[in-house]
C-alpha cells in the first residue's frame, strides 16, 4: 500500500465517520465505507464489489480473490443503535448457506456483547464484527506492516535486537523474556556495535559455539569464540559444558572463547582446569551482558568510540 493511498485511506474514514456522524443520504455512507473497506482488503489481495443481486443474498457487497476460492460477504448494519445477536444470527446463517468463508459486519454505532460472543462459536465461518474503531485500528496496523516491509530481513532482525538492548540495559529482568536464539542474534548485535567481526553460527549446527569474533590486533587477524547458554529454567552451567567448550576453542586453535551463562555457572563447573586452561577461557553471567548492552548504548549515542583494545571490552568484567 503506498503512501498516497495510506492518506487516501485515512481520509476516507474521516469522510465515513463524518456520513455517520451528520447523515445526509444512506448511500453516501454505503459508498464511503466501499472506498474503505476496498483498501483494506486489497492490502490482502481481495477485490470488493458491490453485490449485484443484494435481494437474492441481502449482502451488500462480495470479495473475491484471484485464483484462490476464498470469498468474503460485507453486510452494512446502518442502523443508530446498536446491532443485536439476532441480527447477527441472521447474517450468519445466509453466509453460512450461501456459502461464504468468511463474512464481515460493519456497524457505525456498535455491537451488544451478546454477539461477540455468538460469533467465537460460529465455527467454520469466520466472522467479524467491525465499527468505525475497528477500521482506524485496521489501518493504524497496516501502516505499520507497510513500513517493516521495506527493510530487509536482516535489518529487521537488528532494530529488534537493539530495542532488546535497550530493554536489558533498562531491566535486566526483560532476559527471561527472549528466546534462546533472539538471545544470540542481540549478543551478536552487541558484539558487531563495538567493532568486532561477528559471525552468528547456524542453529544446531555450532559444534559447540554460537558466535565467531574477529579482531584485527597489531596487523594480524584474531578470532575468538562465543557460547551462549540461555535457558529459562534458569538452569547453571555445569563442568560438562565447560569441557566441552574448551575442546572446541583447542580443537579451532582459537585465541581464547568467552562463556556467557544468563543464570550463571555451577560451583563446580570450573574444578578440574589448568592454569593454562582458565587463559584459554573466559566466564560472563548477566552482569557481564548488561555491562555490554550498556557499553554498546554509549557507542550508538555517540557519547564514546570504541575502544582500540576491543580484547578489553570482550574480557571486561569476566572471570
Known amino acids: 500500500m503506498t503512501p498516497s493511498t495510506k492518506d487516501q485511506l485515512v481520509r476516507d474514514i474521516l469522510v465515513l465517520e463524518n456520513s455517520i456522524t ?186 559447540g559455539k554460537d558466535i565467531i569474533l574477529e579482531i584485527v590486533k597489531n596487523g594480524s587477524p584474531i578470532k575468538y569464540i562465543v557460547e551462549i547458554k540461555h535457558w529459562k529454567s534458569k538452569q547453571l552451567v555445569g563442568q560438562k559444558s565447560v569441557k566441552e567448550f574448551l575442546k572446541v576453542i583447542c580443537k579451532e586453535k582459537r585465541e581464547s572463547g568467552l562463556f556467557l551463562s544468563t543464570y550463571g555457572f555451577t560451583s563446580n563447573a570450573f574444578e578440574g582446569l589448568t592454569e593454562l586452561e582458565r587463559k584459554k577461557i573466559k566466564f560472563g553471567d548477566e552482569q557481564k551482558i548488561v555491562t555490554l548492552c550498556h557499553t554498546y548504548l554509549k557507542v550508538k549515542s555517540g557519547i564514546w568510540t570504541p575502544l582500540q583494545d576491543l580484547q578489553e571490552v570482550l574480557y571486561e568484567q569476566t572471570f
Open 22 to 207: 451528520s447523515p445526509r443520504d444512506d448511500r453516501e455512507i454505503c459508498f464511503t465505507f466501499h472506498q474503505v473497506i476496498s483498501k483494506l482488503l486489497s492490502n490482502d489481495g481481495f477485490t470488493t464489489m458491490f453485490n449485484p443481486s443484494p435481494d437474492t443474498s441481502n449482502f451488500d457487497f462480495m470479495c473475491f480473490k484471484e485464483d484462490s476460492r476464498d470469498r468474503i460477504c460485507i453486510s452494512l448494519q446502518n442502523s443508530t443503535e446498536n446491532i443485536t445477536e439476532e441480527r447477527v444470527h441472521e447474517r450468519v446463517s445466509f453466509a453460512f448457506n450461501y456459502p461464504y468463508d468468511r463474512l464481515i459486519m460493519f456497524a457505525p454505532v456498535a455491537f451488544t456483547y451478546s454477539c461477540y460472543r455468538f460469533v467465537n462459536s460460529t465455527d467454520p465461518l469466520k466472522v467479524e464484527l467491525l465499527t468505525l474503531d475497528d477500521l482506524k485500528t485496521w489501518t493504524s496496523k497496516i501502516e505499520i506492516e507497510s513500513e517493516l516491509n521495506t527493510y530487509e530481513y536482516e535489518d529487521i532482525i537488528k532494530i529488534v535486537s537493539k530495542t532488546f538492548i535497550e530493554k536489558i540495559a533498562e531491566d535486566p529482568n526483560f532476559l527471561l523474556k527472549i528466546e534462546w536464539r533472539e538471545f544470540e542474534k542481540t549478543i551478536a548485535e552487541l558484539f558487531e556495535g563495538l567493532a568486532f567481526h561477528v559471525t552468528l553460527t547456524p542453529s544446531s549446527k555450532d559444534g
